[in-house]
């Protein structure tokens, strides 16, 4: 799955590499190491400190179980003009 996020650095894409309602684990492009981004009070967190933004998710091959992940976010959690759609 990629994801594009907004976050203080601007835009970034990566991989997601294991998602939950709550919970992502992504591979940033010119990070060195995996993020963990975290769903806190309605607002997405990258590494539980910096404010981030979900601006694409793109979803491909078997889908079977992501249902519950797209459906867990909520359209006030996407970026401005993006709905979660199922």
């Known amino acids: 799955m990629h ?7 601007g835009l970034r894409e990566g991989i997601v590499l ?4 709550n919970r992502m684990r992504v591979a940033l492009r010119g990070s060195k190491d995996t993020n963990q981004m975290e769903l806190r009070d309605g607002q997405w967190t990258l590494e539980g400190r910096q404010p981030a933004e979900i601006e ?3 979803l491909q091959g078997d889908l079977n179980g992501l249902g519950s992940l797209v459906s867990g976010i909520e359209d006030e959690h996407l970026g401005k003009g993006f709905k979660a759609v199922a």
């Not at 994801?3 to 650095?9: A, H, K, T, V």
Request: proline share 0%.
């Open 56 to 58: 694409s998710l793109v």
């Open 18 to 21: 294991t998602a939950s309602q």
């Open 3 to 9: 994801i594009i996020i907004r976050d203080s650095n």
